[in-house]
């Protein structure tokens, strides 16, 4: 499935930002989607999940409080409301969709589906 992405840019420390990801040609529900992020020179990690059905959600530890993943089936998007930023926020967001049921899918390898990256960049 293609997924496409929207949102992004350049915040202040301590703003907010949201990004969003559709997949295109195919339904949220069918997937476990999941949000990554990837900072220069670093892996790409695990950020948020979340599973239909049951709407169940995970976080990356230390993420929880400050980042909020949310699907809306109706408009087939899912979202990654992001508070509080930090510097070390800043990085390549990507969006990824698993066939697999579970918020427990916290590597890339377990994601076949993939966004083209949407760039957030924390600073003053």
């Known amino acids: 499935v293609q997924l496409v992405e929207a949102g992004g840019g350049l915040v202040q420390p301590g703003g907010s930002l949201s990004v969003s990801c559709t997949p295109s040609?195919?339904?949220?529900?069918?997937?476990?989607m999941a949000w990554f992020r990837q900072a220069p020179g670093k892996e790409r990690e695990f950020v948020a999940a979340?599973?239909?059905?049951?709407?169940?959600?995970g976080y990356a530890d230390g993420l929880q409080g400050r980042f909020t993943i949310s699907r809306d089936n109706g408009k087939n998007t899912v979202y990654l409301q992001m508070d509080d930023l930090k510097a070390e926020d800043t990085a390549v967001y990507y969006c990824a969709a698993s066939s697999r049921w579970g918020t427990t899918q916290r590597t890339p390898s377990e994601y076949q589906s993939w966004g083209q990256g949407t760039q957030v960049t924390v600073s003053s």
């Open positions: 040609g195919d339904y949220i529900t069918s997937y476990t």
């Open positions: 979340t599973t239909w059905p049951g709407g169940s959600v």
